[in-house]
């Protein structure tokens, strides 16, 4: 469902990360993804906060993970993504999905609107599709390196946020990881570019790799510090959980330049 000229250019960015990935090719990717370090963030509570939420669907109900690769695992949601895979149910593009107005039930779209040019425009086609009362999910990045997949455009303030999603009842805005997950994405990255011979690949996957491995167990202070009032300033990434309102008119105000919105624009 995605048009000809969205897929060619699609498929040129996914082959340009590709091309570029800072990954050792004699290695097979299996091989490389258990020899990875753990993600440098950690949401403590996922699992609770997550399967409260799907407690809760509605089995005759519609669900979408925008950007989902299988990670959620209901019967009710759909994985709706710009790349064809296992777990993927529907190819599309979120800022035109193929579902009409106040049709779907809710909506999970998790780390996904870094990568996206104009997520004011995916929010504004959530709104659109949600049934009033419908939810919205997210988890979006504030304190984090840069990662192309296959791009890398914004990171979000709580008050980026909150204009983000101005459309919606806000029923959650809170850290999902904390000081701790982005002290260590920098570090790892940091140690890895000033060691020696870095400019080559193998040397800077491997010290990275090394480095984080060596900090991950740091991310335990974590259980402390997200409880702080200020945590928020260094949060690594937050979640937020809204409701479209119930009268059906209210539409959210759509910034004619999302770069005025958007903190922290890389």
């Known amino acids: 469902m995605l048009s000809q000229d969205r897929k060619n250019q699609l498929d040129f960015e996914i082959k340009s990360w590709n091309n570029n990935e800072l990954l050792p090719h004699f290695l097979s990717y299996q091989t490389i993804q258990r020899l990875k370090a753990p993600a440098p963030f950690k949401w403590f509570g996922r699992e609770k906060i997550l399967n409260a939420l799907l407690s809760s669907l509605d089995p005759e109900g519609l669900y979408l993970n925008i950007g989902g ?22 190819v599309a593009d979120g800022e035109k999905m193929p579902f009409p107005d106040n049709s779907v039930d809710g909506i999970f779209i998790l780390l996904v609107l870094e990568h996206v040019p104009d997520p004011a425009s995916i929010c504004s086609e959530i709104h659109r599709v949600l049934k009033p009362g419908g939810f919205v999910f997210a988890t979006l990045p504030f304190m ?11 990171r979000f303030t709580p008050d980026g946020i ?9 029923k959650k805005l809170e850290i999902a990881s904390g000081p701790t997950g982005s002290l260590i994405w920098i570090l790892k990255e940091y140690f890895a570019l000033l060691f020696p011979f870095s400019n080559y690949d193998i040397i800077y996957v491997s010290v990275r ?25 260094m949060a690594s990434y937050l979640y937020y959980h809204g409701l479209k309102k119930s009268d059906t008119n209210s539409t959210p105000l759509r910034p004619s330049s999302y770069e005025g919105q958007a903190n922290g624009h890389e």
Do not use: C
């Open 69 to 90: 690769t299988g990670e959620i695992k209901h019967d009710s949601v759909f994985n709706l993504n710009i790349m064809n895979g296992h777990d993927i149910h529907l």
């Open 144 to 154: 984090q390196v840069l990662h192309a997949h296959p791009k890398d455009y914004y």
């Open 162 to 170: 909150r204009k983000l999603f101005q459309g919606f009842i806000e």
């Open 209 to 233: 790799e090394i480095t984080g491995w060596i900090l991950y167990p740091l991310i335990l202070l974590d259980l402390y510090l997200n409880r702080k009032k200020r945590a928020e300033k």
